[in-house]
């Protein structure tokens, strides 16, 4: 591997990483989003400015994040402009290999970051009376049948970040 290909690299990771980092912006953004239609109610200006604010934060990771991927080679030429030094030995592990094992391994970091949520939530849902997390409600007149209010959008974010997370480590070839 000469140093072209680790600077394609590092750029592909880096692309990945603001990929994410839109994905878990984007979950709650899409999660108050009905907030900015709400016409009935005149609403918080500051909430909705600060709602319209984060589209554009949006876009730039997520051009950010295509650009670094699409453009990796072209700049990495740029970063390293001359020829590529010509690996030294035959059994080198290739660009290809390590790319393909980063993915693989942010995959992991995905789902271990989900793991924990994922336990939270179904410790909520299976015993919500010992549960801080969420709000509760009583369910009928018996007390004892109390239920956690969890919002949708925690749901559609551990799916989507659980999602991503088996995506990247199963399937860490096919995105290559």
Do not use: H
């Amino acid at each position: 591997m000469n140093q072209k290909e680790i600077a394609i690299l590092a750029l592909r990771i880096t692309a990945l990483y603001f990929f994410i980092l839109t994905l878990a912006q984007i979950i709650p953004f899409l999660s108050a989003l009905p907030m900015l239609f709400n016409v009935r109610d005149s609403g918080d200006f500051g909430s909705r400015a600060f709602m319209l604010a984060a589209i554009p934060n949006l876009l730039v990771y997520l051009l950010a994040a295509g650009g670094l991927w699409r453009f990796a080679p072209k700049l990495a030429e740029l970063i390293l402009p001359g020829p590529a030094v010509a690996p030294s030995e035959q059994g080198e592990i290739s660009l290809y290999q390590i790319e393909v094992f980063c993915i693989s391994l942010l995959g992991l970091f995905i789902l271990a970051s989900a793991v924990p949520l994922l336990a939270k939530m179904i410790f909520s849902i299976l015993l919500p009376q010992f549960d801080l997390s969420y709000r509760k409600i009583v369910r009928s007149l018996n007390p004892n049948e109390v239920v956690s209010l969890i919002p949708y959008s925690a749901i559609f974010y551990l799916a989507v970040k659980t999602a991503i997370g088996i995506w990247f480590t199963f399937g860490s070839a096919g995105i290559l």
